[in-house]
């Protein structure tokens, strides 16, 4: 997908449409993690915190 371009248009345009039924699932999914990033303001060449998850078990009284 070309990130140069960047063009915001009505969903109901038949040529739209048109337009994604001609993409393949994966560009479908590539425009669509595009949009994610832009509107949550997301770097995905960001490190982040990784998640630890530690599961202990209770003792019985």
Excluded: C, G, H
């Excluded at 140069?4 to 994604?20: A, G, H, L």
């Excluded at 393949?24 to 960001?46: K, M, S």
């Amino acid at each position: 997908m070309d990130k140069r371009v960047f063009k915001i248009t009505s969903i109901r345009n038949n040529d739209n449409r048109e337009y994604w039924k001609d993409k393949t699932p994966l560009e479908r999914l590539e425009a669509l993690e595009q949009l994610r990033q832009i509107v949550f303001d997301y770097d995905p060449t960001t490190t982040r915190l990784q998640r630890t998850l530690t599961i202990t078990k209770l003792k019985k009284d």
